[in-house]
C-alpha cells in the first residue's frame, strides 16, 4: 500500500479507536445523547446556559456573547471573566440546529477525550516513539480520573484536546526549516487561540509550558543559537496570538477599570484547592470499584471531588518514573518531560504542600509567586495543574512503552504486552457507569415560552452568586430553565461579578423586601442603602411579568407578600411550584 493511504488508515484506526473508548469509558453518556447530562446538576446548567446564550446572543440578538443583560436584570453582566469557554459556544451552534442543546453539550464532551486521546498521540509520535506507545500516552492523558472528576460539571476544563496539539506545535515551530517562517507560528497561535477561548486556566498552563519549553531549548542550543534560529518564531507566534485575541483582552481590560481592586487582588484564598500529596496516589472516588474502597481517604481531601481528584495511576507513574530513571540521559526529550512535570507538581501542590488535609506551612511553594501576583491570583484553583502533570506523565510513560515493546520478540507476544498495558491503564482510571441526570424543567416554564417577549421573570429563591462571593439564594437549574422560556431572569450565576453590581440589585426596595422575607442575611452596606421608590414601581420598572415561587419557599412568608400584596394572579401550581402572573402594567 501506499504510504500516504497507509497513513491515513493509521489516523483514522487512530481515532476511531479513541472515539470507541470515548463511549465506552463515559458509559452511559453516548448512549442518553439527547436527555442526559454528566454530573448530578449545580455547575452543568452554567455551561449548558453557556452554549444557548451565544446561540442567541450572535444568531438572534445579533450582540456580543461577552455581556447579557439576561441575567442580573436589569444591571445586566460582562461574561468578560465568566467561565464561557466561547470556541464551544461557537461549536455548538451548528451541532444545536442539527441535534439540540442537550446532545450538542454531549457531543463536545465525547470529541474532547477523543481528540485529547489522538493529540497525545501525535505529539508522542512526533517525539519518536512507536504508535503502540503513543496510543498508551494517548489514554493515559485522555481518560485520566482529572478528566471525569471535572466532567461532573465543569465542562471549560474538558477542553484539554488543544493542549497536546499545542505542544506539538511548538515542537514543530522549533524544528522547522528556517524558510518555513510563517506555518509553524501561525499554527502555534491558531492553536493557543482555541486554547484562550476553551479555559482562561488553560492558557495561564500553555504560556507557562511555553516558557519552560524556550527555556528548554535556550539550555540545550544555546543562547545564540535560540536566540537566531528559534526567537522569531516564538515572537512571531505570541504576536499572531496577541492579534487574534485582541478584541477580548481589550474587552477584559475595559472591564477591569470598574471592578476596584477585586480582581486586579484576587477574592478568596487557594487553600482549599490545592493538590494533597496522598490525592496523586489514591484512586478517584468515581472508580467503579475501588472508589468505594477509598472513601475514607478521599475524605480527607479538601475541595470536593472536582478539586481534589488529581490521581495519575499506578501504572503511569511507574512507568513514568523508569523513563526519568533510565532515559533522561539518552533522552533529550525525557529530561524536557521530566523538568516539565517537576515544575507542573509542584505548581498543583499550591502555597504550601498539604498531607491528607493538614498543611505543612514552613515549606513555601513556588505557587507563592501567582497569589502574590495580581490579576494572577485569580487562578485559584492551583489542583488544575494537574492536567499538565498527566500530560507529562502520559509522554514519560509512553518512552518507557516504547523501549519496552521493542524488547518483546513476537508480534503476538508485543501486541499482548501492549493490551495489557492498555487495559490495565484503563481499568485503574475505571468510573463506569458515569452519573448522568435527566434536566427536567417545570411545565410553567414552557408555558411562558409560548408568549411574545421581551419581559422579565422573577424567581423565588432569589439571589446572586459569582463563585466567590453569594447574596440570597440562586438555584443553578434557573439556568436551565431560561434556556426552555428564553426571557430575562432578575438573579444569576456566573463565574466572576463586580460587588457593586450584586450590592446594587439586592438593594432594589423589591428584591430587598423578597431577600429579607426569604431569609437573607444582607450586608451592612445593603442594610443602609435606601433606595427611593416601592416595591411595585419596582415591578414595574423590573418588567416583570411572572414570579415564580419555588419550594420550599412555595409554602413561605414571601408567597404570602406576593399573592396578598403584589398586583399578581396565580395561574398554577404544581410540584412545589407555584406561578402568578403580574397584572400591573408597565408603566402604571
Known amino acids: 500500500m501506499h504510504p500516504k493511504p497507509r497513513a491515513l488508515l493509521e489516523h483514522l484506526g487512530v481515532l476511531g479507536a479513541y472515539a470507541l473508548l470515548a463511549v465506552l469509558l463515559t458509559y452511559p453518556l453516548a448512549f442518553r445523547l439527547s436527555t442526559h447530562l454528566p454530573g448530578d446538576g449545580g455547575d452543568t446548567n452554567i455551561f449548558v446556559w453557556n452554549l444557548w446564550w451565544i446561540k442567541k446572543a450572535l444568531t438572534e440578538l445579533r450582540t456580543s456573547p461577552f455581556w447579557t443583560d439576561y441575567l442580573f436584570y436589569p444591571e445586566g453582566v460582562s461574561l468578560i471573566f465568566h467561565v464561557l469557554a466561547p470556541f464551544r459556544g461557537l461549536l455548538g451552534i451548528p451541532l444545536q440546529a442539527l441535534f439540540g442543546l442537550v446532545a450538542a453539550n454531549n457531543l463536545m464532551l465525547l470529541l474532547s477525550f477523543t481528540l485529547s486521546g489522538y493529540g497525545t498521540y501525535l505529539l508522542i509520535r512526533s517525539l519518536g516513539a512507536h504508535r503502540h506507545a503513543a496510543f498508551i500516552g494517548g489514554i493515559i492523558f485522555a481518560f485520566c480520573p482529572y478528566k471525569f472528576a471535572h466532567l461532573l460539571g465543569h465542562f471549560d476544563l474538558m477542553s484539554t484536546e488543544w493542549l497536546p496539539f499545542y505542544a506539538l506545535a511548538l515542537v514543530k ?111 478517584s472516588p468515581l ?16 475541595g470536593g471531588i472536582a478539586e481534589a481528584t488529581v490521581f495519575v495511576g499506578y501504572l503511569p507513574l511507574g512507568l513514568a518514573l523508569v523513563a526519568i530513571a533510565t532515559l533522561r540521559r539518552s533522552e533529550p526529550w525525557v529530561r524536557f518531560w521530566s523538568l516539565s512535570l517537576l515544575a507542573f507538581f509542584l505548581l498543583s501542590l499550591g502555597p504550601f504542600p498539604r498531607i491528607l488535609g493538614h498543611h505543612v506551612k514552613p515549606i513555601l511553594l513556588p505557587y507563592q509567586l501567582i497569589m502574590r501576583a495580581p490579576i494572577l491570583n485569580n487562578f ?179 408567597r404570602d407578600y406576593v399573592e396578598g400584596t403584589l398586583p399578581v394572579e396565580k395561574i398554577s401550581e404544581e410540584n412545589g411550584v407555584v406561578a402568578f402572573r403580574v397584572t400591573l402594567q408597565a408603566g402604571k
Open 287 to 302: 472508580h467503579t470499584l475501588l472508589g468505594p474502597l477509598v472513601e475514607p481517604i478521599n475524605v480527607r481531601f479538601k
Open 173 to 283: 515551530l522549533t524544528d522547522s526549516p528556517d524558510k518555513d517562517r510563517i506555518g509553524p507560528p501561525l499554527r502555534c497561535a491558531g492553536l493557543l487561540l482555541l486554547i484562550a477561548l476553551s479555559s482562561h486556566y488553560y492558557l495561564f498552563y500553555a504560556l507557562i509550558f511555553t516558557g519552560l519549553f524556550a527555556a528548554y531549548r535556550m539550555r540545550t542550543r544555546g543562547f545564540q543559537a535560540f536566540w537566531k534560529r528559534d526567537r522569531r518564531g516564538l515572537a512571531t507566534a505570541l504576536g499572531l496570538f496577541l492579534i487574534g485575541y485582541g478584541p477580548v483582552l481589550v474587552l477584559a481590560w475595559i472591564e477591569l477599570q470598574g471592578w476596584r481592586l477585586e480582581i486586579t487582588h484576587g477574592r478568596g484564598g487557594v487553600t482549599g484547592f490545592q493538590a494533597d500529596l496522598l490525592a496523586f496516589i489514591t484512586p
Open 380 to 558: 485559584r484553583v492551583p489542583s488544575r495543574f494537574d492536567i499538565m502533570v498527566m500530560l507529562c506523565i502520559a509522554v514519560l510513560a509512553a518512552f518507557s512503552c516504547d523501549r519496552l515493546l521493542k524488547r518483546v520478540e513476537g508480534g503476538v507476544r508485543r501486541a499482548l504486552v501492549f493490551l495489557g498495558i492498555a487495559l490495565t491503564v484503563a481499568f485503574e482510571f475505571l468510573a463506569i457507569p458515569f452519573p448522568t441526570f435527566s434536566p427536567s424543567v417545570p411545565t410553567i416554564y414552557e408555558r411562558i415560552a409560548s408568549e411574545p417577549g421581551p419581559f422579565t421573570v422573577l424567581q423565588v429563591p432569589l439571589g446572586w452568586w459569582d463563585g466567590i462571593r453569594q447574596i440570597g439564594t440562586f438555584s443553578p437549574s434557573f439556568l436551565s430553565y431560561q434556556t426552555v422560556h428564553e426571557n430575562k431572569i432578575v438573579g444569576g450565576y456566573i463565574s466572576r461579578v463586580p460587588d457593586a453590581k450584586i450590592q446594587a440589585l439586592a438593594a432594589r426596595p423589591l428584591l430587598r423586601k423578597i431577600l429579607e422575607l426569604q431569609g437573607t442575611n444582607l450586608p451592612p452596606d445593603i442594610i443602609h442603602d435606601q433606595p427611593g421608590g416601592t416595591p411595585i414601581d419596582d415591578l414595574a420598572a423590573l418588567q416583570v411579568r411572572y414570579i415564580i415561587i419555588h419550594a420550599p419557599f412555595s409554602r413561605a412568608p414571601v
